[in-house]
């Protein structure tokens, strides 16, 4: 049931990015379950879906990294049968498939390893704003170190 009364912005932005993560990464969810989740009215988490426009993010959200690592591997593997399984003497890739099959290795490594510093980034993000509410002093510190954390891995 929505809280009664008026939410502070913060309250408020908290409440609308939690809406918005339940609501695209539950497939089934109803704006009803929603607002009762999120302690809002229907009415505010149906505005938020419409002027946010959250049906076409949820329509045009990415693979997972694991999934789009899993789809590369998928590829690689099945360029390597494709040549394994021409006649002896031909086993070898041709001028295209061997340059799909390079640019393939190359997006399986950089997934593997560049992907993971937005991910880093936006995680330490989220913890350094809930170590302000917390302890400004000890936010600040953190902050210090996370910075010069993320420019060592630039």
């Known amino acids: 049931m929505a809280k009664k009364g008026r939410l502070t912005n913060k309250e408020r932005e908290q409440k609308k990015e939690y ?4 609501f695209l990464q539950e497939k089934n969810i109803s704006i009803k379950e929603l607002a009762e989740r999120v302690g809002v009215a229907v009415n505010t988490a149906s505005e938020w879906i419409k002027s946010e426009k959250w049906e076409g993010l949820k329509r045009n959200i990415l693979l997972t990294r694991q999934e789009q690592l899993v ?35 190359k997006n399986i490594k950089d997934l593997e390893t560049k992907a993971l510093l937005p991910e880093m980034i936006n995680a330490l993000t989220q913890f350094l704003d809930f170590v302000r509410v917390e302890n400004l002093d000890d936010a600040q510190l953190l902050a210090d170190y996370t910075d010069a954390f993320i420019k060592s891995k630039l």
Request: charged share 25%; glycine share 2%.
């Open 19 to 22: 809406a918005k993560m339940l």
């Open 71 to 105: 789809q590369m591997q998928d590829e690689l593997a099945e360029i390597n049968a494709y040549i394994q399984s021409q006649e002896e003497g031909y086993r070898f890739a041709d001028y295209k498939t061997a340059q799909i099959r390079n640019q393939l290795i």
